[in-house]
């Protein structure tokens, strides 16, 4: 079940409330007691809007004032600052000491997945002139119960009093009916976090500014959610990460994440975060393994190169079992040089049409080196692929079981030498297949031409 929780100490909190009531059906219905809780409970299909005469950051244990089956717990709520309209939302906590609520180096428990879906939702419903964004880790409350997050109108008074904003707020919230605070939980084989067995797509971000526009982009354009996320600021206020291990650790465990993107260089952090058993991944990392079982990835990292190394992965390793056996080959060199130098975008599609995984260079633009296949069939069926991408630059190519033989007829300047042809527009003419005049006799382009033969071995 959804819980919503309203203040009455926020005015742009009670717009939203009301937007809420609006577009769902509500009834009045029983609820457990609690001490900052006004008026009755509200319940409709899948979720529970309570008001509260508190500010937001500073309930404590909210979710008890909320059935025994809540799942996640929303605080609709206003934003200030001087970011214009905006809408956004983020989950709270403090890394160092406690000045806007909850609990000095505490963090509440995240909902990685139910933030990606509001931050969706958000940009869906916002008015033309709002932007939607995502901020970093802050205030409180810290004790809530269940995984919570606040999703919020801002920044000013007038967008706190702006009834488009405060409905596109509740629709966003409404829309979390039915979400799952987390993503699913998958195998895998790095043995990364508590039990080195399972790993969900969550990661816990470090550094950057407040408000997270690389890890906006993360959430946009992977298929991984953001837990906790501790700003530049954050981390000066959490101090030196091995005298304080326990918060650290904690980022991960109240994401229920076992990896990290560091926004800096921040070594000491990152040292920190290794020994823990956690794993500091980047950017290309998240794209290049979105869409691939964690499982399977991590196993082709450690068979082939990692994907800082240029290991990317192929449209199969998508499809299959994340325990699939596979095989590794190596790719011919001097065959995939000539294709690449025919059609190198065409080639690396080709490659990653039928490998779980390959190897590349130049910023995984060029394949080089190996890859692996589920099958022998697949590989032969990448190798038939650059055949068929020669015979667009060869007059025959002959494919056999060793190597693939490539035939082209040539222009020859010796044999046009030969036959007296002056160099200079004539050479031309004969290479372009016109017959040239030579001291009144016609030099046919066939007599001045040679078969050049590449052989290229698999």
Same mark, same amino acid.
């Given at each position: 079940?959804?819980?919503?929780?309203?203040?009455?100490?926020?005015?742009?909190s009670e717009h939203v409330g009301e937007h809420l009531r609006d577009l769902a059906d509500w009834s009045p219905v029983e609820s457990p007691d609690h001490p900052d809780a006004a008026g009755p409970a509200y319940q409709a299909d899948g979720a529970q809007l309570r008001e509260f005469d508190a500010w937001h950051l500073h309930l404590a244990d909210a979710a008890d004032a909320f059935p025994a089956d809540l799942d996640l717990l929303v605080f609709a709520s206003r934003h200030s600052g001087e970011t214009g309209p905006l809408l956004t939302a983020h989950h709270t906590g403090n890394f160092g000491p406690a000045e806007h609520g909850g609990e000095d180096d505490a963090l509440a428990r995240a909902c990685p997945n139910a933030h990606s879906h509001v931050l969706d939702a958000l940009a869906t419903y916002a008015p033309e002139d709002y932007e939607v964004g995502m901020e970093c880790t802050h205030h409180g409350p810290t004790d809530v119960g269940v995984p919570s997050m606040f999703v919020e109108v801002g920044s000013g008074d007038p967008q706190w009093d702006d009834p488009a904003a405060a409905e596109a707020v509740a629709r966003a919230i409404l829309d979390l009916r039915g979400v799952a605070p987390d993503a699913d939980p998958?195998?895998?084989?790095?043995?990364?976090?508590?039990?080195? &067995?399972? #790993?969900?797509?969550?990661l816990v971000g470090f550094g950057g500014g407040h408000y997270a526009p690389r890890f906006e982009r993360i959430v946009r354009e992977t298929d991984w959610a953001v837990g906790h996320l501790a700003a530049d600021w954050g981390l000066e206020a959490m101090g030196d990460p091995a005298a304080n291990r326990d918060l650290v650790d904690a980022a991960f465990a &109240?994401? #229920?994440?076992t990896h990290a993107v560091v926004d800096g260089d921040h070594p000491d952090l990152r040292e920190e975060i290794t020994a823990l058993g956690y794993r500091v991944v980047g950017e290309t990392w998240l794209r290049a393994v979105t869409g691939v079982p964690l499982a399977l990835a991590d196993r082709l990292e450690d068979t082939l190169v990692s994907v800082a190394a240029g290991l990317r992965f192929g449209e199969r390793a998508a499809d299959v079992a994340p325990d699939i056996d596979f095989e590794t080959v190596s790719l011919p060199d001097d065959l995939l040089d000539r294709a690449q130098g025919i059609d190198q975008e065409r080639t690396r599609e080709l490659v990653a049409a039928s490998a779980l995984a390959f190897e590349t260079e130049e910023n995984g633009n060029r394949v080089a080196g190996r890859a692996a296949v589920a099958s022998r069939g697949d590989y032969t069926t990448i190798i038939d692929g650059i055949v068929d991408l020669l015979r667009t630059a060869y007059d025959s190519v002959e494919r056999r079981e060793d190597a693939v033989i490539?035939?082209?007829?040539?222009?020859?300047?010796?044999?046009?030498k030969t036959l007296g042809v002056p160099e200079g527009p004539k050479f031309g003419r004969l290479s372009a297949g016109e017959p040239v005049e030579v001291d009144g006799k016609t030099i046919p382009p066939d007599r001045v031409r040679s078969e050049r033969e590449d052989r290229f071995s698999l």
């Open positions: 079940m959804l819980g919503i929780v309203v203040s009455r100490a926020d005015r742009a998958e195998p895998a084989t790095n043995g990364v976090g508590p039990d080195g &067995e399972t #790993a969900r797509r969550h &109240e994401s #229920a994440a490539a035939r082209q007829e040539t222009f020859d300047p010796g044999k046009a």
